[in-house]
């Protein structure tokens, strides 16, 4: 029988794609404390400043800001503890090698609930230079251009 319910967006790293390219994707499951995803079905969330790391094969999510839940009192947990992600044995050794070559790192890119269960869009990426950033901010702003040209002579 399949879960009903679709994917709910609770945070978004757009900075990610403003400084890095993002070769690969890859979706894992997330260990959380109970009061932990109260506060996450309430947004409150950030991993602006978050990172990935493969420790002991296991991999871990640094950096990630969860917010206490207002009622949770004594079971709250550190806002910015470590916390373990789900993936599979040869995803792990994958990312692993990949994470090797010079220049590679593994950083968060979304935190949503799929159903019911709390899920992390973790992406393998690869810095980008001063100049390929300008050159983005410059294809954003043609793109911006030729769109408001394009209502302008359609609308005008």
């Known amino acids: 029988m399949a879960k009903a319910g679709g994917v709910k967006l609770i945070a978004n790293n757009k900075k990610a794609y403003h400084d890095y390219f993002i070769l690969d994707t890859y979706e894992a499951g997330i260990s959380l404390a109970g009061t932990e995803v109260k506060s996450l079905r309430m947004g409150k969330c950030s991993i602006k400043e978050s990172y990935v790391k493969i420790e002991n094969g296991e991999v ?18 550190d806002p910015l ?45 690869q810095g980008k230079k001063l100049y390929d950033k300008r050159q983005d901010i410059a294809k954003k702003d043609q793109l911006r251009e030729a769109s408001r040209d394009f209502k302008v002579r359609n609308f005008g």
């Open 81 to 125: 503890r470590a916390r373990k992600l789900l993936l599979h044995k040869y995803e792990i050794n994958k990312l692993l090698g990949k994470t090797k070559e010079k220049g590679i790192a593994l950083i968060p890119l979304k935190v949503y609930f799929k159903g019911s269960l709390v899920k992390v869009e973790i992406g393998l990426a």
């Open 60 to 77: 871990v999510i640094y950096g990630m800001h969860i917010s206490p839940y207002e009622k949770g009192n004594i079971f709250n947990k």
